[in-house]
């Protein structure tokens, strides 16, 4: 007999730079398992042996895609990653999950992203819209992201709160395709 389906829950972020990353991937392995899920972790923070630079990235990229591609959904950190924007390759993650039909529930945001961009530029309001030291407009609907971002997801409090809100959405649509 086999065993059930379990939805696999990708996770991307930038914990894998953590210096606590194995501990902190394992405790979301074991989050995952007590739902009934299987946690995919990203190949980052494993040591790419006998490549080149551009080789253990590439290398790290084609593992990441294939590990999206295979799961149901993902749990994303989009805290603001050096800066008041979310790490770039996340937000890829993000756009290629989002693209390809899966789930995305995010967490690590707080507040308004007009209101980091307006603490860390310093950014101007004039005839009531923000604008930045290059005169750009700064987007202001009172979303936690850029609208793309905040549009495309779930965003929950905790990478514990996303992924009970990800397995309730796993709940919601059935059973799921095991790519």
């Known amino acids: 007999m086999s065993s059930p389906f379990r939805p696999r829950v990708y996770f991307a972020g930038p914990d894998v730079f953590r210096r606590n990353a194995p501990e902190h991937y394992r405790n979301l392995v074991r989050q995952c398992e007590v739902l009934g899920m299987e946690a995919l972790v990203p190949a980052d923070g494993e ?18 895609m294939v590990l999206l591609r295979r ?63 290059h ?22 409090n905790t990478a514990a709160d996303a992924l009970r809100a990800l397995s309730r959405i796993f709940m919601t649509l059935g059973p799921l395709p095991e790519h």
């Open 47 to 64: 040591p790419q042996t006998g490549l080149m630079d551009g080789e253990a990235a590439r290398a790290i990229y084609d593992t990441n």
């Open 71 to 133: 799961s149901n959904g993902v749990v994303a950190n989009l805290a603001p990653f050096r800066g008041a924007e979310p790490d770039s390759g996340t937000v890829f993650e993000v756009g290629v999950a989002v693209a390809i039909g899966r789930p995305v529930v995010a967490y690590g945001v707080s507040g308004t992203y007009a209101e980091r961009v307006e603490r860390l530029l310093g950014v101007v309001r004039a005839n009531g819209v923000l604008r930045d030291h």
């Open 135 to 156: 005169d750009l407009i700064v987007e202001d609907f009172g979303l936690q992201l850029n609208l793309m971002l905040a549009c495309s997801v779930k965003i929950e």
